[in-house]
């Protein structure tokens, strides 16, 4: 019975020796939950690098675009919410796959409980850099800019730029759970919360599996103090994380690509 809701996040195809492999079991897992997937999330940054050429599609991926093609054709409902890797993926998923594509995060209802969604990036307004950068990669303008140009150069160009983002956080040892005041998606959640209920909050981008309550930020005034519980889905680059929520029993569960409980 297709009944279960499941999000993964952070493949970042495309980057490292490994990722042919990485991508060959994202399509196991895939298949291994598709008689029970009712609707899958896509938390952004599943490919390092897209962009969306009018007539050419990028090398690459063709396992996981045929499976997911093959999921939606089987009446799973995809939803792909665009990371700042992936952020230039425009229409394609949509008009290839079927995909409902997001841009900012979004509240869902299901088996009667609110779910707030999103990749993570550029929330909280604890990064002006990232933010002001973040403006600059979504302009249209720029957008329309970077197509002129050959495939030949934006593609090296992003992905030495990916390479050198990742060297730079793994310096800066940011890949662990900061506090609550120092991570920019728990930031806009308890922001969020105060001005309505959320059941859980389920977030990519930061690539730490994590499952924590948060409260609302401040004392909530006249509807006091609320509480959600924060997922993040940690990745497929490095730990193999995905959340499944079953709506029958009510269960939110963070787990290894085995399907064990982290």
Known sequence: ????????????????????????????WLESIKDDCKTLFLLGDMFDFWFTYRYVV????????????ELSDAG????????????????????????VMHDEPELFEMGGKRFLIGHGDGLGGLDRTFDMLRK??????????????????????????????????????????????????VVYCKERLRNEPIDYCVFGHRHTPLVREVESCGD?????R???????????????????FDPESGAVELCDAAGKPC
């Open 220 to 224: 909530g005034g006249a509807i006091g």
């Open 76 to 99: 799973v409902e995809i939803h792909f919410f665009i990371g700042n890797h992936d952020m230039w993926m425009f229409d394609y998923l949509e008009k290839e796959v079927g995909a």
């Open 58 to 69: 990028p090398r690459g991926h063709v396992r996981l675009l045929g499976k997911l093609a």
């Open 226 to 244: 609320r509480v959600t519980t924060y997922i993040n889905t940690g990745d497929w680059l490095m730990n193999r994380n995905y959340v499944v």
């Open 1 to 28: 019975m297709k009944n279960k809701v499941y999000f993964v996040s952070d493949a970042h195809l495309g980057s490292g020796a490994d990722s042919l492999e990485r991508e060959r079991q994202l399509c196991q």
């Open 136 to 185: 600059v990669f979504r302009s249209r303008l720029n957008q329309r800019l970077f197509a002129m140009l050959p495939s030949a150069w934006t593609f090296p160009i992003a992905n030495r730029w990916s390479d050198s983002n990742k060297v730079k956080h793994a310096k800066e040892d940011c890949l662990h759970y900061m506090g609550d005041d120092r991570e920019g998606i």
